[in-house]
């Protein structure tokens, strides 16, 4: 049970990260490998990512050094507090995952804890010049989220967002904007019994992660 549940985890991460990049795939005029690239500016129907709202990170965090050490993002701590550990931590990288490969790294963790918590580094969709918040915002206005709740984490400017709402189910998924073109996103998923607590630990997580991007340790 526990295993069905983190595999849940991380298929709900993967599809945030890759989501605005899906979404802009039907406004785009050039694949590569079958993902999306951005379309050339004045291609008819694609204006969608000249419109969107942008969002300025005045203070931006380098998330880089932890493209391959996604999990070391999350202090000890914060995994204690959350029933788990960085022994038992699962990194899933480009190299050794296809899917990886476009979105970014990802990082689950496994415990005995209630629900599950899960990471990814939005690293794909900067290099198709779809990062930021800005990309997630173009799904957003092509119909993709039927969830988007702007919030602020730690002074760096966020959304919760899904498919659907599924945060009286015990579900939620968080993206944080860390520059203008790079975002992290959390996910806290399958809090049954409490499922309030879900949207909390998903702050808190990525609170902890921008704690050690900005080296407060």
């Not at 005995?112 to 800005?134: H, P, T, W, Y």
């Not at 173009?138 to 899904?162: F, H, I, T």
């Not at 790079?182 to 808190?204: I, K, L, Q, W």
């Amino acid at each position: 049970m526990r295993r069905r549940m983190y595999d849940r985890s991380v298929t709900w991460v993967r599809g945030l990260v890759l989501s605005s990049v899906v979404i802009f795939a039907a406004s785009c005029s050039a694949t590569t490998d079958g993902v999306a690239e951005p379309p050339e500016r004045g291609v008819t129907g694609s204006e969608t990512d000249t419109t969107a709202p942008q969002r300025t990170v005045s203070d931006p965090l380098d998330i880089t050094p932890y493209l391959s050490e996604p999990c070391d993002l999350v202090s000890p701590e914060m995994l204690e507090d959350l029933g788990t550990s960085p022994e038992q931590a699962e990194p899933i990288l480009p190299e050794d995952d296809e899917l990886a490969a476009q979105t970014g790294p990802l990082c689950r963790w496994s415990g005995e804890a209630e629900g599950s918590i899960a990471l990814g580094i939005d690293s794909g969709n900067r290099e198709r010049g779809l990062g930021g918040l800005k990309g997630l915002e173009v799904s957003r206005d092509q119909g993709r989220y039927k969830l988007w709740e702007e919030v602020s984490v730690a002074g760096y400017p966020a959304v919760y967002l899904g498919v659907r709402d599924a945060r009286a189910d015990g579900d939620c998924d968080l993206a944080v904007g860390i520059a203008d073109d790079m975002t992290f996103g959390v996910t806290a998923h399958s809090f049954y019994d409490n499922p309030e607590r879900a949207c909390d630990v998903a702050n808190e997580l990525a609170a902890d992660v921008i704690q050690t991007l900005k080296g407060e340790r």
